[in-house]
């Protein structure tokens, strides 16, 4: 089996779905950006598969360097915008539990009407 062109293959479907879970996580589409994970694990798992029978000739590894490179620029870029998100739902969890602290303490209070203590002019 001539590795080279199977190889190329997936690395070229690596380099689509890291393209497209870039394009997903830059417009907050992260529902879809996990399910397209499953299909890159996937194609990564195969990756791994296809080198561990047969060792990449040295020629092939050149080749090939450009479309890593870019693959692992991706990653980063996706792995950026993922703490972006992570940070940003942090910050709604706080805000939440803040509100939901400042609604204990006044909930309780709904419907009571507040007089003074010392009402010696009454």
């Known amino acids: 089996m001539n590795i080279a062109p199977h190889l190329l293959s997936i690395y070229q479907q690596l380099l689509v779905l890291s393209?497209?879970?870039?394009?997903?996580a830059t417009e907050g589409e992260w529902d879809k950006l996990i399910?397209?994970?499953?299909?890159?694990?996937s194609a990564v798992g195969k990756l791994a598969e296809c080198t561990q029978q047969t060792p990449v000739p040295a020629q092939t590894q050149d080749q090939l360097r450009p479309v890593l490179r870019h693959i692992l620029a991706n990653e980063a870029e996706v792995k950026n915008l993922?703490?972006?998100?992570?940070a940003e739902l942090a910050?709604?969890?706080?805000?939440?539990?803040?509100?939901?602290?400042v609604n204990k303490a006044y909930g309780g209070m709904a419907?009571?009407?507040?007089?003074?203590?010392?009402?010696?002019?009454?």
């Open 19 to 24: 393209q497209s879970m870039l394009r997903l």
């Open 82 to 86: 993922l703490q972006a998100r992570k």
């Open 35 to 41: 399910e397209m994970e499953v299909d890159y694990v």
């Open 111 to 122: 419907g009571v009407i507040l007089f003074p203590q010392n009402a010696q002019g009454v």
């Open 91 to 101: 910050q709604l969890i706080s805000q939440t539990s803040r509100q939901k602290t």
